[in-house]
């Protein structure tokens, strides 16, 4: 953390229940210009990345989440 390489950014949005793709204007824009990953954990968070749809089970994560404005990885 003291690098900068990692940082934690507190939101609302992030306690919210609402899917990854109805993040907010100004939150959506950091993280596309300031994150060159993101992690998200825990079964609710895999759920509003990936909508609770039943996708394919050959459904690559990238097209599913395709809308994320970085990369993101889910932690289940």
Request: proline share 9%; with cysteine.
């Amino acid at each position: 953390l003291e690098s900068g390489k990692i940082r934690c950014v507190a939101d609302a949005y992030w306690a919210m229940p609402y899917p990854m793709w109805a993040q907010p204007a100004s939150l959506r824009s950091d993280l596309k210009q300031n994150s060159a990953l993101v992690v998200v954990k825990g079964d609710a968070n895999y759920r509003r990345v990936l909508g609770d749809r039943p996708w394919p089970f050959d459904a690559p994560f990238t097209s599913v989440a395709s809308y994320f404005p970085t990369n993101v990885l889910c932690l289940r």
